[in-house]
């Protein structure tokens, strides 16, 4: 691989399938290699961003609509990209990303019903041709996932997202499972049932069969 070369590289799934532990571990993994990158989440990844973040997730007595929703979630992005995506992998380093359009599609489209054309306007617009050279899918059974994440946040409140019955949750692993379907080459779908450990080497692997990292 060219050392100069950024990769962006986003892991994507429901609530529940162990998003950030992978993260971390993939993170590790490159820290390991000497792999200069950073990690990063959607929405928010900068202190703007972030601002835009507590808008979508919190719940609150004034309803959002889920178009009001679809364009904070761009404006996010733009921001993100402007500021942290761009200008890292800009300068050769890599980028790790806690869920990025796959999630629009998924949350906004499967989820809330908006239409998937609608999405790609905004996906043009905001992204141009930039898109995630990799993304791995980390894939549960919704009913397993929701319970991990419900012992995870023991005692927080719930956001706007966790607080979703569990047919919403259907309608996003579809989504995204479509898009994988889409798709095959950019996104990697990974059974998130297994333990953390084969999890995270089977991400180093994908990584590995790319020849991106030894």
Known sequence: MNAAAGRFVTIEGIEGVGKSTQVARLSAALKER?????VTREPGG???AERIREIVLSPREEALPPTAELLLMFAARA???HNLVEPNLGAGRWVICDRFTDATYAYQGGGRGLRFDHIRGLETLVQGAR???LTVLLEAPVQQALRRAQ???AGAAADRFESEKIEFFERVRDAYRARAVAEPDRIEVVDAVQSVDVVAARIVELLEARSWIS
């Open 79 to 81: 921001v993100h990209l």
């Open 46 to 48: 900068t202190s703007l």
């Open 34 to 38: 000497g792999i200069a990158h950073v």
């Open 151 to 153: 012992l995870r946040n």
């Open 131 to 133: 898109r995630p050279d």
